[in-house]
């Protein structure tokens, strides 16, 4: 009995130590029981929590993308819950790797510089969510920044920005052309347009873009000057939309550009809000803004503005070009190429002599001077553009070079014939030079110089004289007007033109003659000789349509004496003032005032020259007539009709001018420069 009852005690005491052992293995409440490995996932979170905190979202280069960091403290979030829950050592690792994902995942969200390029592919364009089209129903402005490649459109035109659509005509729509100009389009159930000057766009540069609208009224702004107005009740386009660089419904009007800063306003902002705010950042607060995208940085190809309204979609050929590179410009030589073929062709049938159907001596040489010129430009050439402008120049100088062996018609002994030129005598090239050379006139007039209150010089838009006096112009427009002179050519004088319709020039004179004189040590007799010098003018022309102050013209006039050079008036009114300068300068310096250029066109198609010829003593005036000009070139005179006003006056007159050289050239289909100086020459 007594070894039973210790055999008992002893099972009893080894179940309960079993028990006791068991139930301290399952108490998870021990930490030395349950040793888990936390250093990396905590080492991680340190990380995490570092970029959660000194990160910074936004839409410019090096901040992180929008939402970004939420997402990062969304996984960071997780990984702490899942360390204090202290489960596994797998849950932890699970965490650990999920979160350094994310970290990732997070460091790749810095935004890089980067501009879309909308490649000139149909049907590519910048696309605003519709919801904006509520915005741009009333009172709105656009806003935007363009880089052209190239302006030669595929389509119609190249679209800015556009929400219009047909049936109904309907929206607007901003474009441009491969001549550089602009025209604002409202729709109103039929089309209305307005178009700028051409030039005003440019190929190779940023330049800023603004167009508001009050419905009724329409602005078209670049670099914060209005180039552009209209007024058209607007009928809003209800199922186009708002894109950027192209047409929506017309999709092959698409730029070769890039784009960037598009702002939208609720506001029709001013000229001066607009050029004072074009360059400067929006933090997407300001009054009045509706949406703003930088489009600064590469956020995908949808993404919402700053505003986090409204959304914009990259849509067809848009590439992003990184940190402020330059797209791959692929230039077209085939045109190019071809001209310089026909100019090879026709340089072999040349023969040059005096001889009726003959070249003048150096026409081989002249041809020859364009095919190198071609191919300088095939092989040096940057921009469309510039391969463009040598083609043009090679077909318009062939055209010319094909009328050249008929001799031109001259004046008789002491007669003369003029020709005004304005852009075309500056930057027209061999074609230009080649053209006047052999066309009659005797006289090119370089109209017209703007003179500032500084003495500084501009020809017609471009700057040839600084306000130091330093010549600043194209350094070979002083070699192509020494050619003009060179035999062979008909030309024998070029004048220099100063003043036009509304031009301040002649106030300015007076104010430079009041304050400083006109001795050689003066602004304004050092930047006259100096353009002087540039052009191998021989002769300064007078259009004074504003000032007409008898004292400082004469002064001036003098000065010019003193320069060697004469003096040509062209007035169309204001008989007292033109009488006055004429006597009291000659009675100074006889023979200073040599021509008077009579206007009979325009303003002045009323003038007689038998009426005006009184007021220059012995001197005839020139008459001067305008010859086929507008859109279609069917205003003013043909040269039929240009030689009959001539005969009815040829006794009156010394000469005859044609105003404008760049309408003869923009009409030539119409007739030829030659053509008009024949028609003054005959009757001379």
Known sequence: MKLKKISFLLAFV?????????????????????????TS?????????????????????????????????????????VVEAYKSQESIADAADKLKEAIDTFKTKVLRAAIPYIKQKAGSYIKISDEIKYTTRTKFTMETDYYFMDLNPIGYSNTIFSCAQMEPDSGFDI??????????VIGNGDWTDAKSEPGVI???????????????????????????????????ANDAAVVIGNGYVFNDRVVNAMVKDVRVWNTVRTQAEISENMDNELNGKESGLKAYFPLSVDLGTEFYDLTNSFKANLVGSIELIYDGGMPEIILNYSKLEAAITAAEELKNTIVEGSADGEYPAGTKDFIQ?????????????????????????????????????????????????????????????????LDMKNSGFTTAILWTVHIGEDASMVFN?????????????????????????????????????IGAWGAKSWENIKKLIDADGTGSDTKLYKAIKKLVDVTGATAINYDDELT??????????????????????????????WQSVYQQVEAEKPGTIDRVYLQCYAGGASNSPSGWNQYFGDLKVSMGLWCRHGSSCNEGDSPSQIQNKISANKDNIDGGFIWLYDD?????????????????????
Not at 558 to 574: E, F, H, I, N, R
């Open 175 to 184: 474009r441009t052309f491969a001549d550089g100009h602009v025209e604002i």
């Open 548 to 577: 007409y102050d008898v004292e400082s013209t004469v002064a001036f006039s003098l000065m010019l004496a003193d320069m060697g050079l004469k003096v040509s008036l062209c007035p169309y009114t204001q008989t007292s003032y």
């Open 41 to 81: 996932i905590e080492s991680l979170i340190t990380e995490a929590d570092a970029l959660v905190k000194n990160s910074v979202e936004g839409m410019q280069p090096g901040l992180y993308m929008p939402g970004s960091i939420d997402e990062l403290e969304k996984e960071l979030n997780l990984a702490k819950s």
């Open 369 to 433: 001077k364009l095919i190198d010129g071609g191919e300088s430009a095939k092989n040096d050439a940057k921009w469309q553009k510039d391969v463009d402008k040598e083609t043009n120049n090679i077909v318009d100088a062939l055209e010319i070079v094909k009328g050249i062996n008929i001799a031109p018609t001259l004046p008789s002994t002491g007669k003369y014939s003029a020709v005004f030129g304005g852009g075309s005598f500056y930057s027209g090239g061999d074609a230009a030079i």
């Open 664 to 684: 003869i050239r923009a009409c030539s289909n119409n007739a030829k420069t030659q053509e008009y100086a024949t028609a003054i020459n005959t009757e001379l």
């Open 461 to 497: 838009d471009k700057g040839v004289i600084d306000q130091n006096g330093n010549y600043i112009g194209d350094p070979e427009w002083g070699t192509r007007l020494a050619t003009l002179l060179e035999a062979p050519t008909t030309v024998d004088r070029i004048e220099l033109g």
């Open 14 to 38: 080894l179940s309960a130590l079993i028990i006791l052992f068991l139930a301290l293995a399952c108490d998870d409440s021990n930490p030395e029981e349950l040793i888990l490995e936390t």
């Open 202 to 236: 440019k190929v190779g540069e940023w330049m800023n873009f603004a167009f508001t609208s009050t419905g009724q009224s329409h602005k078209f702004y670049v670099n914060g000057v209005e180039v552009i107005s209209l007024d058209a009740k607007h009928l809003p």
